[in-house]
């Protein structure tokens, strides 16, 4: 069985945020079929295949070195949280040093503005390979004639899959105080202006219920008296801001996923919360962002792209349609992860 050395900052619960959650999900996969060892700065301390370290920013550090020589692995992944910044291709060169034999793979969620002179400095601390969900990063790879590869995100169908009852999704409604009988339509993520969530409140003013869950690690950018939190709230919008464990009966309990967000490095390259909630046979309205459009199309006509500020007009095309239809998109993309994952291990 091949060895495989996992390198990234956190794999610790709650699991309410994209990078984290990818993290977590890709440990949990390759372990399935590898020998996995993990070294973290935070993570599940009774779990023998983590180490947590104590390092610097760079993951410079003679112990950890020593150990993962002693793992021998045959191929070392690090997945940054601050995605593709040039400290973060640095700590790449730096960990996978430490056993040079192994297969180098980087793992960076989304694009992130580069200097002049670090760019230049690219091409001597890129690894063997560089995975990415984010199309943008992967043209910047490309242009560069780095050795990259396009990444789609792992959704988990046992946690995430459609109900049928609708007395359930009563139910969950009642459970989390949503109005029973309203057209709920949610969004998931950090709670700053830089999603575009005031393009939610005429939504919200059109007589449907806007639903945001927040993630427990959202910015500080939400807090204060003309914070976008306290606008929306103003608006009728319901803000759920604390850990959700459950977080699938939240897309259950929906009429429609939106998902506002243009700039790029507004979140990661493909949303989960866009493939979770496809997984729960929800139809989602978004932005034209990342690869989702690339990856899923329209989904069977489930998925439907739109400018923020033509979400009304879009909104009341999507009222018109039928129930939307299940599809096993999701499953065919978990696949693909898979592929792309295990041949760049191979």
Not at 43 to 58: A, C, F, M, Q, S
Not at 86 to 107: D, G, H, N
Request: aromatic share 10%; net charge positive.
């Amino acid at each position: 069985m091949k060895k495989v050395l996992l390198v990234t900052e956190y794999i610790n619960p709650p699991y309410d945020e994209g990078i984290k959650k990818t993290a977590y999900n890709i440990y949990t996969e390759l372990k399935k079929e590898f020998n996995v060892k993990v070294y973290c700065r935070r993570g599940l301390e009774n779990d023998p295949n983590i180490d947590i370290v104590h390092v610097n920013r760079l993951f410079y550090n003679h112990k950890m070195k020593s150990s993962i020589k002693n793992f021998n692995a045959d191929a070392i992944i690090y997945l940054p949280f601050s995605s593709a910044t040039f400290a973060s291709y640095l700590r790449s060169k730096i960990i996978s040093s430490y056993q040079k034999s192994a297969k180098s793979i980087l793992i960076a969620l989304q694009p992130k503005p580069i200097k002049t002179w670090q760019n230049k400095l690219l091409k001597c601390l890129f690894p063997d390979v560089g995975l990415t969900p984010s199309p943008d990063l992967k043209k910047i790879w490309d242009e560069k004639k780095f050795n990259a590869v396009l990444l789609p995100l792992f959704t988990d169908l046992n946690k995430f899959y459609p109900i049928k009852n609708s007395l359930k999704k009563i139910k969950f409604r009642k459970k989390y105080n949503i109005p029973e009988n309203a057209y709920v339509i949610i969004h998931m993520g950090h709670l700053n202006s830089g999603r575009n969530l005031d393009f939610l409140i005429p939504l919200q003013k059109a007589g449907n219920q806007v639903v945001i869950i927040g993630s427990s690690s959202t910015p500080h950018d939400a807090i204060g008296p003309k914070s976008i939190k306290k606008q929306l709230q103003k608006n009728g919008i319901l803000i759920i801001d604390h850990y959700i464990e459950n977080i699938e009966e939240i897309y259950q309990l929906s009429d429609l996923y939106i998902f506002p967000v243009i700039a790029k490095s507004g979140s990661i390259g493909m949303p989960l919360s866009i493939l979770e909630a496809r997984a729960c046979g929800i139809p989602v309205l978004t932005t034209e962002y990342g690869s989702i459009k690339e990856k899923l199309n329209s989904d069977s006509d489930n998925i439907f792209y739109s400018k923020p500020e033509s979400f009304s007009k879009t909104l009341l095309e999507i009222k018109k349609k039928n129930t939307p239809t299940i599809t096993n998109s999701i499953e065919k993309l978990n696949l693909e992860f898979f592929n792309v994952l295990y041949s760049s291990i191979n």
